[in-house]
C-alpha cells in the first residue's frame, strides 16, 4: 500500500513543556536525534549541531537557528564541518530572518543579499566568523549520501557560538576581539582586507554572500585568491558610484585583469556567470541586468590575442562581444542616470554545481562612463587614453604649452594671486583678534546672565515635572478612546475574527466614552471580558481561527462562572475593538490599552500553543509573556483589579489562574524589559519607541498602588524595592546603528509620582511649598518626541543646534514652552532639566519624606 495513517488522541496527564532541546535534537520532546525547524537561541553562549548520536545527518534537513546580537558581538566557531560538497550547505545571514525557503533554490543573482557565508564540504574557516548584528544560520541538505564524499571526517557539524563584547560598547572588531591577521589591517576598529580576501577577519580566499563596498568613483574587485573558486556559490558586490554634477551617468567602464571563468565547451555546458546589474539602493528596489559575461573556449572562438570572455545579448542569449585580458570593456545602461546623483550599482559572480578542473576566477577594475562628448573619468588607476590630454580633477581635459602671451599673462595672474592672498590673510588676522575679543566680552556677559537665569530654570524644571506627573494620574483616570466591545452571543456567532470598520458597519459594536459608563452597564449586571493574545500573522491575527475558537470556549465559561446569559458577556479583543484604518484614533486607543485592560470584570490571555503563519515561530503561554504590551495589559488589571480574576485559556484546558504560578507576576512586572517590534525594526523615520508611550499610563498605575499602598500592602511591597529596574530612568533606543543612543524614560518621576501623592495626604497648609521642596533636583521624563535630530555625541548636548536655541545664549522660549513645543530632542531637553543623581531610587528616598 502506498501512503501512510495516523491516529491522534488526547493524553489527560499533562506533562511540561520542553523549553529548549540538547544540540542536535529537536522534537516536542526532543525525541527526535536530528535538528529540524527553526530555534531561537538563548543565553550568552551555546553548541549548534546537525544530528545527535548518530553517524549521518538527516536527508532533507531544513534546520535554523537565531542568534540574537542584542548590542554586542556575535561570535561563531565552526569545530567540525563534514557535509556533502556542493549539496548540503551552512548557510549564514545578516539580521533576524533568512530568505523564504532558505536557500533550496539555485542561488538567484538577488535572492540572497542578506547571505554573508556558505560552508560546503570539510574544511572549516581557519578563524572565528564575527558579526555586529543578528544572525541566522541554517543547514540543508538534499536526499542522497547525507555524510561527506571523503572517507574520515564525521558527518554534520558543530558550531560553537558566543556574545562578546559589552551591550551598547562602541569597541570595534579589532585589535580587541579578533586580529585581522597578514591579509588585512586594522581601520577605525574594522579589518580592511587585501584584494582577493573576504569575511570579517579576512579568513576566506574567495568572496561569499552580500559584499558592500565604500562609496567611490573606481575600484578593484578579485573574486578570490583561491586559485579554484566553489561551485554552487553566488557573491554580490554593491558599488556605488558618486554623480558628477551637470554630467549624468551613461555606463560602467570595466578592465579585467583576469578572467579565468569556466566555459561551455565541446562536452561540458556551464551556467557560471559574471553579471552587472542596476538597482535603486543596494539591497532593495527590483535590479535591472545591465551586462551578462562568460567564459568561452579558445577552440570555438580562436583568436591570436586569446580571448577569454564573452559580452551576451540579453534578448538573444547570442554573443555580441568578445575581450581579452587587460581590455576596456564599456557596459552601457539603457538609459543615463540624473545628473548629480549617486548610482547604486551590483557585480554578481554565480557559479553552477560543478567545476571540471580548477579555474581561478577575476580581477576587474571599474570606473564611471559618462558617454561621448563628456569628459573622461581619470585616477591613478585609469590614466588619460588620449595623449594630448591630462588628468585634472577626475577629468581628462586639454593640455598644451600654449602661446607666449598666454603665459605671460598666467604669470601675473598667479602674482597678483599672491599678493591678493597676503592682503586677505592680514584682514584675516586683524578680524580673528577683533572677533576673539568680542567673543570674550560675550562669553562674559553669558555666564552672568546665566547665573541670574539659573533659578528661573529651577522652576521651569518643577513645572515640567508636576505636568508631566499630572498628564500621567489623568492619563489612568478614563479612557483616551471609546471602549469598543462585542456581546458575547453574537461574537461566537461571528466563526472568525473580524475588523473593527466590518463590525462597526454592521452595528455589532457597542460603545462606552467613560469608565463610569462601564461601571454603569456592571452595576446592571453586564460582565466585561478583555482578551489578550499574541497575533499569529502579520495580516491577520489569527489565520487559523485556532484562537477564536480559544476566545469562544473562554467566554462561555465566564458566563457559566459569572451566572448570567452569553449576551450579558461583552468582549473586548483588540482587532474588534482598536481602529485599524485610522491611524490618529487607533494611536489613542494603543494609548489606552492600560485603562481599558483595568476597567474590567475579567482579564482572560489566550495563548494556545501554535505557529506564527509567517515566520514558523512557537507562540505560546512563554512567548506572550516576553511581549511588553501584554506585560502591560497584565499589570494594569493587576493594578486595579488584583490576580482574582485573571486567567489564560489554552486549547482543550478551560480557564486557569494567570498568576498562581511562581515567576509569572514577576516577569509581567518588568514591563519594560520585554520585547518590542518597533525596537526589532530599528524604529524606521525616528517614530518614538513604544516604551515612551507606556511610561505615562504606567507611571498613573504606580501613582495609584502607592497611594493605596495600606490598603493593599502585598501589592505595593512587590514593586518598592525594584523601583529602579521595573521603571528606568533611560533606556537604549535602538537604531540599527552601532552605537545607539539612550534617551530618557521615566527620569525621575516615580519619586515625584510619590511626592505628589504624600503632598495629596498632608492636611497642613504649607504642603504646596513641601511638595516644590520634594520636587526640586528630580529629573523630567520622555516627551516622546521623534528621534531624527539626535545623532549627537554626549560632549555636544549642551551646544546649539540649527533648529534649536542654545541653551547657554538668552532663550526665546521657556524649557517648559519649548517641551510642549517639540521643538527640541528629548536628549537636549533632558540634559538641561536633568540634574546630577546622587542616590538610587527607593522608598526612603529624602525626596519622600522620613515618615514614610
Not at 546580537?69 to 548540503?88: K, W
Not at 480557564?655 to 504560578?661: G, K, S
Request: net charge negative; with cysteine.
Amino acid at each position: 500500500p502506498v501512503g501512510f495513517r495516523a491516529v491522534a488522541r488526547v493524553s489527560r496527564q499533562r506533562r511540561p513543556p520542553v523549553t529548549s532541546c540538547p544540540p542536535g535534537r529537536a522534537g516536542a520532546g526532543c525525541e527526535s536525534s536530528f535538528c529540524n525547524g527553526v530555534v531561537d537561541v538563548e543565553g550568552e553562549s551555546g553548541v549548534i549541531r546537525s544530528q545527535e548520536g548518530t553517524d549521518a545527518y538527516a536527508p532533507y534537513s531544513k534546520c535554523g537557528w537565531r542568534i540574537p546580537a542584542r548590542g554586542r558581538h556575535v561570535v561563531l566557531d565552526v569545530a567540525t564541518l563534514g557535509t556533502e560538497l556542493v549539496y548540503d550547505k551552512l548557510r549564514i545571514y545578516l539580521f533576524h530572518f533568512a530568505p523564504a525557503g532558505f536557500g533550496l533554490a539555485p542561488p538567484s543573482s538577488l535572492a540572497d543579499r542578506t547571505r554573508a557565508y556558505q560552508l560546503s564540504g570539510t574544511t572549516p574557516p581557519a578563524g572565528s566568523l564575527i558579526f555586529d548584528v543578528d544572525v541566522f544560520v541554517t543547514f540543508e541538505s538534499d536526499g542522497f549520501a547525507n555524510r561527506p564524499r571523503e572517507l574520515g571526517p564525521p558527518a554534520g557539524f558543530e558550531i560553537r557560538w558566543r556574545l562578546d563584547g559589552s551591550e551598547g560598547s562602541d569597541d570595534g572588531l579589532c585589535p580587541g576581539l579578533a586580529s585581522c591577521g597578514a591579509n588585512a589591517r586594522c581601520v577605525d576598529g574594522a579589518c580592511v582586507c587585501d584584494p582577493g580576501y573576504y569575511g570579517s577577519t579576512c579568513i576566506f580566499h574567495e568572496c561569499t554572500g552580500a559584499i558592500r563596498l565604500d562609496k567611490a568613483s573606481s575600484g578593484r574587485i578579485v573574486s578570490g585568491v583561491s586559485g579554484d573558486y566553489s561551485a554552487a556559490n553566488w557573491c554580490g558586490w554593491g558599488l556605488t558610484i558618486p554623480g558628477r554634477d551637470a554630467t549624468p551617468l551613461a555606463g560602467l567602464r570595466l578592465r579585467f585583469d583576469k578572467f579565468n571563468i569556466e566555459a561551455t565547451e565541446e562536452f561540458t555546458v556551464t551556467s557560471d556567470i559574471v553579471g552587472l546589474l542596476r538597482t535603486e539602493v543596494f539591497g532593495r528596489g527590483p535590479p535591472v541586468l545591465i551586462e551578462r559575461l562568460a567564459g568561452f573556449s579558445r577552440r570555438t572562438f580562436p583568436q591570436s590575442a586569446g580571448p577569454v570572455g564573452v559580452v551576451t545579448d540579453l534578448d538573444t542569449s547570442a554573443v555580441r562581444q568578445t575581450f581579452a585580458e587587460g581590455q576596456t570593456l564599456v557596459a552601457e545602461f539603457s538609459s543615463p542616470g540624473a545628473a548629480g546623483e549617486d548610482c547604486s550599482l551590483m557585480l554578481s559572480f554565480e557559479t553552477d554545481a560543478n567545476n571540471y578542473r580548477n579555474f581561478s576566477g577575476f580581477d576587474v577594475s571599474y570606473a564611471p562612463y559618462y558617454g561621448p562628448g563628456h569628459a573622461p573619468f581619470c585616477d591613478a588607476s585609469w590614466p588619460c587614453e588620449d595623449a594630448s590630454t591630462s588628468c585634472e580633477e577626475d577629468r581628462c581635459v586639454a593640455s598644451g604649452g600654449g602661446s607666449h602671451k598666454s603665459r605671460k599673462g598666467l604669470r601675473r595672474f598667479k602674482r597678483g594671486a599672491m599678493i591678493f592672498g597676503i592682503v586677505l590673510a592680514c584682514l584675516i588676522g586683524a578680524g580673528l583678534i577683533i572677533g576673539g575679543a568680542i567673543a570674550w566680552r560675550r562669553e562674559v556677559q553669558a555666564k552672568k546672565k546665566l547665573e541670574a537665569q539659573k533659578g528661573e530654570i529651577d522652576e521651569d524644571r518643577i513645572r515640567v515635572v508636576r505636568e508631566q506627573v499630572g498628564a500621567a494620574r489623568r492619563w489612568v483616570e478614563d479612557f483616551q478612546a471609546p471602549f469598543a466591545v462585542v456581546a458575547g452571543d453574537t461574537f461566537v456567532a461571528l466563526g472568525e475574527l473580524r475588523p473593527h470598520e466590518a463590525l462597526r458597519g454592521e452595528g455589532k459594536l457597542r460603545f462606552y466614552d467613560s469608565v463610569q459608563g462601564v461601571e454603569d452597564a456592571q452595576a446592571r449586571g453586564d460582565r466585561f471580558v478583555f482578551l489578550s493574545h499574541q497575533w499569529l500573522g502579520t495580516s491577520h491575527p489569527d489565520p487559523s481561527g485556532l484562537h477564536y475558537e480559544a476566545m469562544c470556549a473562554a467566554l462561555r465559561a465566564v458566563a457559566a462562572r459569572a451566572d448570567v446569559e452569553l449576551a450579558s458577556v461583552h468582549a473586548w479583543v483588540d482587532v474588534a475593538s482598536i481602529p485599524q484604518a485610522n491611524p490618529g484614533t487607533q494611536q489613542l486607543a494603543v494609548a489606552s490599552l492600560p485603562t481599558f485592560s483595568s476597567c474590567v470584570d475579567y482579564f482572560i490571555v489566550v495563548a494556545p500553543a501554535s505557529l506564527h503563519d509567517d515566520t514558523g515561530v512557537p507562540c505560546d503561554e512563554i512567548t506572550y509573556r516576553r511581549r511588553t504590551w501584554c506585560r502591560a495589559e497584565v499589570i494594569a488589571c493587576w493594578a486595579r483589579k488584583g490576580p482574582d480574576r485573571m486567567f489564560v485559556s489554552t486549547s482543550g484546558e478551560g480557564l486557569r489562574p494567570l498568576l498562581d504560578e511562581d515567576g509569572v507576576l514577576d516577569e509581567c512586572l518588568d514591563v519594560f524589559g520585554g520585547d518590542l517590534t518597533c525596537c526589532r525594526l530599528g524604529h524606521p523615520c525616528g517614530t518614538p519607541c513604544d516604551r515612551e508611550a507606556l511610561a505615562f499610563p504606567v507611571l498613573g498605575l504606580v501613582a495609584e498602588l502607592y497611594r493605596d499602598r495600606r490598603e493593599r500592602p502585598e501589592a505595593w511591597a512587590l514593586i518598592s524595592d525594584r523601583l529602579d529596574e521595573l521603571f528606568p530612568r533611560n533606556f537604549v533606543y535602538y537604531d540599527r546603528t552601532k552605537t545607539p543612543p539612550t534617551l530618557p524614560l521615566f527620569g525621575d518621576l516615580v519619586a515625584a509620582a510619590m511626592a505628589t501623592v504624600d503632598a495629596a495626604e498632608d492636611p497642613d497648609d504649607v504642603a504646596s511649598e513641601s511638595l516644590r521642596d520634594a520636587l526640586r533636583g528630580l529629573a523630567p521624563g520622555t516627551n516622546c518626541q521623534r528621534h531624527v535630530e539626535q545623532r549627537t555625541s554626549s560632549s555636544s548636548l549642551g551646544s546649539a543646534s540649527p533648529k534649536t536655541p542654545s541653551v547657554r545664549g538668552p532663550a526665546r522660549m521657556t524649557p517648559l514652552q519649548r517641551l510642549r513645543s517639540g521643538r527640541d530632542s528629548p536628549v537636549e531637553l533632558h540634559e538641561m532639566l536633568t540634574p546630577e543623581r546622587k542616590t538610587p531610587l527607593s522608598v526612603s528616598s529624602t525626596a519622600l519624606g522620613a515618615k514614610h
